[in-house]
């Protein structure tokens, strides 16, 4: 298959100074394997959704709207976004034919006195409701401000209990924030920039997506069977949606934005030639936008969630041959994941990787900190049966994990049992160190996600800037994150 490249949306308006965008949320089907339909939940009728580009500085408008069967909450993932535009998973978008009272709501354990709200289902079983939330009908209207660094975000689903499975069926689309200082370095562009979205999914016979949901019109019951616990896995690679695409270009440099956009599958990536050379992946930005100054992998480990911009030359293989990118991780189907072909020379390739690119990113030290806290993410028990928990807990939304005033500096010492992708809400942060050790080449730049490895600590440190209000973190594996794998931070 070609590799798709998800379509740019187009503003319903720019005036004001903000682009607005209308964005529906429905079922449809598509060909993703050959010759047979499947059905999704998308943003605006493809998978991956339209990929909005937006300028830094300039806000950026969603109207969502829910024509999905169940409630969903949208979350742009990596953006500085006020509280009440960041998605918290209470805050609902119903569907028309949603019940409108709790006692009613699927999924409601049903608390008399409480109003509409969102609230959470039985399977985390908490059996709270959460006072704050604010829940609409049909549509909501999401603002970016997009003032920030410029960088690929992503934006998906967040409604609580039940992330991973909508994340599964389709709600995922690209976000892509730029500015002019970027714009002036030269680096590859037009058709030699490519966002890859890499998902992995498994599939029925004729072709449905399959994924081992305790219910699955996702309304009431949670969570997902009991040998999926640790996160579900496909066995298929999707690059743009595309089952190990193919695309074909020629021999000039790439700059290639990859998101690992899958539930729970880690990948390690390498470029091979046919003549079973290795390119180099030169890493030019990491989750929050560029680097200081590149850095050269010849494999590169990349967890759910995160996001690595990298330049890698074609003209370093020969015409007519295929650049294989392959997941060392994988096993079987799953060490592939899509090839370039080189069809032709590259007509004069005046792109170029500077060696410096960013001179804006924060210098947080040590002793900036005004305080030290520390999380393990472990598995425990939760509501009787087996969860995924932040320091003991499990996610509760009445509950307020961190209090942090707007400006602190803070370290955070993170802990896990197994594989944890640690994501937090509205800020980006850096690695100060992994086990005990400097951080790793791949650890450069901007994090808004740590990969932590089994039995691995680190450290990162942030200034919590930008809005006030109720933010998130947590595990981006989508199935812990669903079983409890996620705590409030309360900016103040
Ligand atoms: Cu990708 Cu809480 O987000
Ligand atoms: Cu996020
Ligand atoms: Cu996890």
């Known amino acids: 298959m070609p590799l798709p490249l998800p379509a740019v949306a187009r503003p319903v308006s720019t005036d004001g100074g903000t682009d607005r965008y209308e964005i529906v949320q429905r079922e449809t089907s598509a060909e993703i394997l050959p010759g047979l339909r499947t059905p999704l939940w998308t943003y605006g009728g493809s998978f991956p959704g339209p990929t909005i580009e937006a300028r830094r500085g300039r806000p950026v408008t969603v109207t969502h709207r829910n024509e999905l069967p169940v409630p969903t909450v949208v979350h742009l993932h990596g953006g500085r976004t006020p509280a009440d535009s960041d998605g918290y998973p209470t805050d609902l978008v119903l569907p028309a034919a949603w019940p409108q009272t709790p006692q009613t709501m699927p999924g409601m354990p049903g608390m008399p006195g409480m109003d509409g709200a969102g609230g959470h289902g039985g399977g985390t079983g908490t059996g709270m409701t959460d006072p704050r939330a604010v829940t609409s009908r049909l549509r909501r209207d999401y603002t970016f401000p997009n003032d920030q660094r410029p960088t690929l975000l992503w934006y998906h689903d967040h409604r609580m209990d039940f992330t991973a499975p909508a994340l599964w069926r389709g709600l995922a689309g690209l976000h892509i924030v730029r500015d002019d200082a970027e714009d ?15 998902t992995d999914r498994a599939f029925t016979a004729d072709g449905a997506l399959t994924y081992p949901s305790l219910d699955p019109a996702l309304r009431d019951r949670p969570g997902v069977t009991e040998p999926h616990l640790a996160g579900v896995l496909g066995d298929v690679v999707l690059v743009n949606g595309a089952p190990w695409p193919v695309h074909e270009t020629d021999a000039a440099r790439h700059r290639l934005r990859l998101l690992n956009a899958s539930n729970a599958r880690h990948y390690e990536l390498e ?24 850095v050269t992998h010849r494999s590169l480990p990349i967890a759910p969630a995160e996001r690595y911009d990298l330049v890698v030359d074609f003209a370093a293989a020969p015409v007519g041959s295929l650049v294989r990118i392959v997941n060392r991780l994988g096993t079987g189907r799953t060490r592939d994941v899509m090839a370039f072909r080189i069809a032709r020379p590259a007509p004069a390739d005046d792109s ?32 009787g049966g087996h969860g995924w928990l932040i320091g003991g807990r499990p996610f509760d939304p009445a509950r307020t994990d961190v209090t942090v005033p707007l400006g602190d500096t803070e370290i955070w010492r993170l802990i896990a049992d197994v594989h944890h992708p640690v994501h937090l809400h509205l800020v980006g942060f850096r690695i100060l160190t992994r086990g005990g050790r400097p ?54």
């Open 184 to 198: 002036a370095l030269g680096l590859p562009a037009g058709p030699h920039e490519i966002p890859l979205m890499i």
């Open 271 to 294: 470029a091979r030639t046919e003549d079973g050379r290795r390119l180099d992946l030169v890493q030019i930005g990491a989750d929050q936008g560029l680097l200081a100054a590149p």
């Open 439 to 492: 951080p790793l080449p791949h650890d450069a730049g901007l994090k808004d996600t740590v990969s932590l490895r089994p039995g691995e600590s680190a450290e990162i440190i942030t200034r919590f800037d930008g809005y006030r209000g109720r933010y998130l973190f947590h595990c981006h594996n989508a199935e812990h994150e669903d079983m409890g794998m996620m705590a409030n931070l309360e900016v103040v």
């Open 352 to 383: 170029r990787i500077p060696p410096r690119l960013a001179t804006d990113l924060p210098d947080w030290r040590r002793e900036d900190a005004v305080r030290t806290r520390d999380f393990a993410f472990r598995a425990g028990r939760m509501n």
